[in-house]
């Protein structure tokens, strides 16, 4: 069986050409979970190989409005990925910033104030101090993250964004 130009498609299968007898070459998809037999088993040849290397999967370019949507979804997620404040891991997410957000304003009344904090590994007591440098490093995260969408943003309107600028930059 002649094989040519596979490559990946968006859906992780692959697409390629195959020399059919009456035909000639015809598009063909092949996939691990085909209902008919010759697509599962032409999905594995080229996976093992037998056909040569499968090409990559080429995404047509973003839009201007797909970047800006793409580069709002990502600054989401690094947003509230966490980060290790003096070792100690702090979820960033939406509900975790609010409560830390409550919590400083309580250290800041109260320098007395101790805070239960429950960390992945289990619960810690903060002094009102840590509480706050906690809470100033959640803020300069996120300020840090959004700045990063602006900088981005700005790549997009003048033309010089990359895909490859979407893993690059943010804070950790």
């Not at 309580?106 to 239960?116: E, G, V």
């Not at 995260?141 to 033309?159: K, M, T």
Request: hydrophobic fraction near 40%; proline fraction near 5%.
């Amino acid at each position: 069986m002649n094989i040519k130009n596979p490559r990946y498609n968006q859906r992780g299968t692959i697409d390629c050409e195959v020399e059919h007898e009456a035909l000639g070459w015809i598009p063909f998809t092949a996939s691990p979970d085909d209902d008919n037999e010759f697509g599962r088993e032409l999905y594995a040849s080229l996976i093992s190989g037998t056909h040569g290397a499968i090409g990559l999967y080429a995404q047509a370019p973003l839009t201007p409005e797909q970047q800006v949507a793409r580069i709002a979804e990502r600054r989401y997620e690094v947003e509230t990925s966490g980060i290790t404040v003096d070792g100690m891991a702090i979820n960033t997410d939406d509900r975790a910033k609010t409560l830390i957000n409550g919590s400083a304003i309580k250290a800041m009344r109260n320098p007395a104030y101790t805070l239960r904090w429950k960390t992945p590994e289990g619960f810690v007591d903060l002094p009102s101090a840590q509480v706050l440098v906690m809470a100033e490093a959640v803020a300069d995260f996120v300020q840090g993250c959004f700045d990063r969408e602006a900088d981005l943003l700005a790549a997009v309107g003048d033309g010089t964004f990359t895909a490859a600028m979407l893993k690059e930059g943010w804070p950790v």
